[in-house]
C-alpha cells in the first residue's frame, strides 16, 4: 500500500507489520484478538456440550439404578448445562444489544 507523504512523496508501508493506515478505524493485533476471542467461544461451546452429556449420562445411570441423588445430580446438570448453552450462544447478541443501548 501506498500513503502520501508531506513532501507529496510516496511511502510504502508492508501490511504485515502491523502499521494501520489513518482512518482504517482498525487497531494494531485486532484481528490476532478477534481470533483468540472466537477460539475462547468455540472452546466454550464444546464445554458445555460436554458437560450436558456427562450431565446426561449421570441421569440416565442414575435413574435406571434407582438412585435418587444421581439422578437429581444429573437432572439439575443438563438443566444448567442448558442454560449454560443458552447463555453462551446468546453472548455476542447481549454484547451488541447493550453496546448498542450505551452508544445512544
Known amino acids: 500500500m501506498t500513503y502520501g507523504g508531506r513532501g507529496g512523496g510516496r511511502a510504502e508501508r508492508d501490511e504485515a507489520s502491523g502499521v494501520c493506515p ?11 484478538l478477534q481470533g483468540l476471542v472466537n477460539g475462547l467461544y468455540s472452546w466454550s461451546l464444546i464445554l458445555v456440550l460436554a458437560a450436558l452429556v456427562v450431565a446426561a449420562i449421570a441421569w440416565a445411570w442414575g435413574s435406571h439404578s434407582n438412585h435418587h441423588g444421581a439422578a437429581s445430580a444429573g437432572r439439575r446438570g443438563v438443566l444448567l448445562g442448558f442454560g449454560a448453552a443458552l447463555l453462551v450462544g446468546m453472548a455476542p447478541q447481549l454484547v451488541n444489544f447493550f453496546y448498542n443501548v450505551g452508544r445512544r
Open 22 to 32: 489513518a482512518g482504517s478505524g482498525g487497531l494494531p493485533g485486532q484481528d490476532k
